[in-house]
Each structure stands twice: as C-alpha cells, then as structure tokens.
C-alpha cells in the first residue's frame, strides 16, 4: 500500500566525527519520522563534508546533528560556512547532546554554538515534542520567505 502522506519536510541526521553514540539521534529520527517528516539517517561517525553532500543531494531543508562525545566545540566550527559556499544557504542547522566544555552556563554554549550559525542548540533532556515544534516552525516559516 502506498503512503500518500505528504512530508512536512527532509532532514538529514547523524552523529559528527568519531562518536558513536547513536541512540539518542536513533530516537529522534524515529519521533521525527513520526511526527511527517522525511528521515535521511547518515548514522555514526560523520563529517561535515558528508552532511553537506547528503543535504544537497535530497534537498534537505534542516542538517540535524547530535553530539555526545563532548567534542561538538572543535567539531562543528565551519559547517555554516561549508553550507553556504554549497548552495545550502537557507538551509536549517540544529545541534543536540553533550555540548558543555567544563562547568560553562549552559546559556554561554547555547550562545557559542548559535554564534557558528547553528539555528538551535539543543541541551540533553530536551522533549522531542520541542524539537518537532521547532522544526515545523522553522522550516514553515522558510517556506514563506
């Protein structure tokens, strides 16, 4: 039987560098998957380079990326940049997991992050409900644009 559910839009997910704590994007891309939108599941252990090629190859309107290995400060830096100089523009950056250098105020690696071109940064114990609320708004109100 075919789904004629139509998607409430394309996000590539997976875990950046050498960290293979996959769970917690597993969960996600499920709750995700759920809630309409379109899954392209990268797993473990990628690079930047690889998260640009898989947005443009299916025209990814967000890169979700999740970072538990506590390395997402020396990770992360440059992939707005590598986006743009792809043609990913507009496209939607979230991060999610172990980001704290330290005992640093969680509103200071918020900040930091979103300073790198990150659109949300999100701390562990996040609903998914909020994530899937943020997306939805995020990628509508591009489509407006």
């Known amino acids: 039987m075919k789904d004629n559910k139509v998607s409430k839009g394309?996000?590539?997910?997976?875990?950046?560098?050498?960290?293979?704590?996959?769970?917690g994007i597993r969960i996600l891309e499920y709750a995700?998957?759920?809630?309409?939108?379109?899954?392209?599941?990268?797993?473990?252990?990628?690079?930047?380079?690889?998260?640009?090629?898989?947005?443009i190859e299916v025209k990814a309107d967000a890169i979700l990326i999740s970072s538990l290995g506590g390395h997402a400060g020396i990770l992360v830096p440059g992939?707005?940049?590598?986006?743009?100089?792809?043609g990913l523009h507009d496209v939607i950056l979230y991060l999610g997991g172990y980001l704290r250098i330290g005992e640093m105020p969680w509103a200071e690696v918020e900040?930091?992050?979103?300073?790198?071109?990150?659109?949300?940064?999100?701390?562990?114990?996040?609903?998914?409900?909020?994530?899937?609320e943020d997306l939805e708004a995020d990628i509508s109100s591009r489509r407006r644009m």
Not at 10 to 23: A, C, K, N, P
Not at 32 to 55: C, D, N, P, T
Not at 118 to 124: D, G, I, M
């Open 10 to 23: 394309t996000l590539v997910t997976g875990v950046i560098g050498e960290d293979v704590h996959i769970v």
């Open 32 to 55: 995700l998957g759920e809630a309409g939108f379109k899954i392209v599941s990268l797993g473990s252990q990628v690079s930047q380079k690889e998260f640009v090629e898989a947005a």
């Open 79 to 86: 992939l707005r940049e590598k986006c743009v100089e792809a």
């Open 111 to 132: 900040k930091r992050f979103k300073e790198l071109g990150l659109n949300r940064v999100y701390q562990p114990g996040t609903s998914l409900t909020q994530v899937i």
